[in-house]
């Protein structure tokens, strides 16, 4: 059951990561730290996933790839990743409260908080005209550093990467493969930050587990690159807003805590 669950979540969250450009990460960590039975381990062997899951979409989208609109966010993304990933152990433990459910205890972390309540923002401007906000592209540098700096400190960079680029009216494959060119370098960024406090030898007895949810995820991303031509960019905005606000209130409420 616990193989099965693994393999479902990969390739379930790799194919909705592939067009709304963020979930991934969050809904395999708590799988992983399940399996491995150890949070640093659990963070470390989704983020070994993660990566080479990214390196292979970038492959596969390459082409698509808007570079005047990469090269600004990435490199704005950069140093505000490496900020972020510094500041990460003075404040990921700050808890603001707790409460019980019959299943145990939910936490919420001012980080969670904040990001929760910016998500739910950002996705209410997308899909209500009247809020609805064009952004010039010096707003790029503001969106690499926002997306960057929270990918750093929590993990969570693509909601707000996808948030900055579905303003600027990219075609679809153009806004996706964009932004796995621009989580490939945060993502290189912050692993190493990460793994500064883990051995990669502990992992050892969870390399079959990593490979399964690697070639789960990578299925889960050609499946989704397969299926493209058949997604409106109407319809892949809508999917992108919804993820974010559900996410948001995840967030907020502590069912996902980072």
């Known amino acids: 059951m616990e193989i099965l669950l693994l393999i479902l979540v ?6 909705l990561t592939f067009y709304s450009g963020f979930g991934l990460g969050t809904l395999l960590t708590p799988v992983f730290i399940l399996l491995f039975k150890d949070p640093l381990l659990g ?3 989704t983020a070994i996933v993660h990566f080479l899951n990214n390196v292979v979409k970038f492959f596969l989208m390459k082409k698509s790839v808007n570079w005047k609109v990469a090269i600004p966010f990435g490199l704005a993304a950069i140093p505000a990743a490496f900020l972020g990933a510094f500041l990460i152990g003075y404040v990921q433990d700050i808890e603001l409260y707790s409460y019980e459910i019959s299943e145990g205890t939910l936490s919420i972390s001012l980080i969670n908080l904040v990001f929760g309540f910016v998500l739910i923002c950002f996705a209410m401007i997308e899909l209500i005209p009247k809020w609805s906000i064009a952004f010039s592209k010096q707003s790029l540098w503001i ?33 996706i493969a964009t932004g796995i060119i621009v989580a490939l370098v945060v993502d290189i960024v912050r692993i190493p930050t990460y793994f500064s406090e883990v051995n990669l030898s502990d992992l050892s007895d969870g390399y079959t587990y990593i490979a399964i949810a690697l070639g789960a995820a990578l299925m889960g991303a050609i499946t989704g690159k ?3 031509k058949k997604i409106k960019i109407r319809a892949l905005n809508l999917i992108v807003s919804i993820a974010m606000i559900v996410f948001g209130l995840a967030l907020i409420s502590g069912i996902l805590n980072h």
Do not use: N, P, T
Request: aromatic share 16%.
């Open 10 to 15: 990969a390739f379930g969250a790799s194919w």
């Open 226 to 228: 397969i299926l493209l």
């Open 143 to 175: 969106g690499g550093v926002i997306s960057g700096f929270f990918g750093g400190l929590s993990g969570h960079q693509g909601a707000l990467r996808s948030a900055f680029l579905i303003k600027y009216q990219l075609k679809k494959e153009v806004f």
């Open 43 to 45: 963070i470390a062997g």
